[in-house]
Structures are given as C-alpha cells and as structure tokens.
C-alpha cells in the first residue's frame, strides 16, 4: 500500500473521529416515532423527559418506561442495521411540581451513548407549564477509543390552547458540543 493511501487512510479515520459524538440520533420513544416530529407541542408524560419537559407538569399520575430496541429491521427482505438502544424513564406527576428521572443506552454503527436526565416541570398558568432538564451524557467512538463527557440543559414551555391544540417551545444549551444542532423548537400538536 502507498505512503498516499495509508495517510488518506489516517486522515480519514482522524475526521471521523472527530466528528465522533454527533453521529447518534437522539433517542425516541415508540409514540414520538408515531408522531412524525410533532412531539414538541405534545402534551406527553415519559417523552417529556427527552424532547419537551414542560408537557409533564399537565399529568398528576406516577409511570415507568421501558423501551429496548434490538438493532435490526428487515425491509423488502434486506437486513438494514438500526441502533440500538435501552431506554428507562420514572416520571411522577404533581399539581405543583412534577420530576422524571431517565437513562438511555444508545449504539449506532461505532458509536455508543449513555446519558442520565432530570426533568422538573411545574404549572405556569391553567394552561401553561414551564419545564427543564438537566442531562450527563458520554459519547463514545469504539474504533478510536476516545470519549466525551458532557452536560447539557433543556428548557420548554407548553401551552394548552384549546382541548384539541397545543404549542410547545424548546431550547436546547450546545455550548460544549462541536456540532450544529437546532438551538430552539417549536411544535404544535393537534389531538
């Protein structure tokens, strides 16, 4: 092999490596998938703890989530490789004050993904919560073994318009992440 091919080589695998913690999708849950991107409006319990936390303030009830996707879809009879991924959330709603606590366990291609969340959210109004949540995630690239430890913070609104149409307003904290996300969202949700 030449000296040209093994440094187009490294310098490849170097820019992959950089790049390496914004290759995940962001986990979903089975209903937001349902939903088509419509979730930030979405008046949601467990969801609320990875897209909009405020939508948690509008529940008064206690749940836990348990979702384990295996990593393979099969379409037309082709085997596609999926991420994978094992995604736990407890939520307890309050009239006051409601909180989640979640964990998710992500592997896509040679990246791994382990992030803790908080979420508190509490009524604004009637109609109206205002939400936050703090997350710790680790970034890993398994073929150059390097990892990234950061903290991030999510803050939402959600307002109930009527019985049939909701608003929700996101904005996401990116100050320590390389990549070029979307810093703000905004959702409507129609049920």
Not at 35 to 54: C, D, K, Q
Not at 82 to 95: E, S
Not at 115 to 137: E, H, I, N, Y
Not at 169 to 177: C, G, K, M, R
């Amino acid at each position: 092999m030449s000296n040209h091919i093994k440094k187009t080589l490294l310098l490849s695998v170097f820019l992959l490596s950089s790049n390496a913690h914004s290759r995940i999708h962001e986990f979903e849950t089975t209903h937001l998938k349902s939903m088509g991107g419509t979730g930030v409006g979405g008046l949601l319990t467990e969801e609320s703890a990875f897209l909009n936390p405020a939508s948690l303030a509008f529940f008064n009830s206690s749940s836990f989530f348990a979702q384990k996707d295996l990593g393979k879809l099969t379409s037309d009879g082709v085997s596609q490789p999926r991420p994978k991924a094992l995604g736990f959330v407890m939520c307890d709603g309050n009239p006051s004050l409601s909180g989640s606590l979640s964990y998710v366990n992500q592997e896509e291609d040679i990246f791994k993904r382990k992030r803790w969340g908080l979420t508190l959210s509490s009524p604004m109004s009637d109609k109206s919560a205002f939400g936050v949540s703090a997350r710790q995630t680790t970034d890993e690239n398994t073929l150059t073994k390097t990892s990234k430890k950061y903290y991030q913070a999510v803050l939402g609104i959600t307002h109930s318009i009527d019985e049939k149409l909701s608003l929700g307003i996101v904005a996401y904290d990116h100050s320590n992440l390389r990549e070029k996300k979307p810093k703000l969202k905004l959702g409507f949700n129609t049920f």
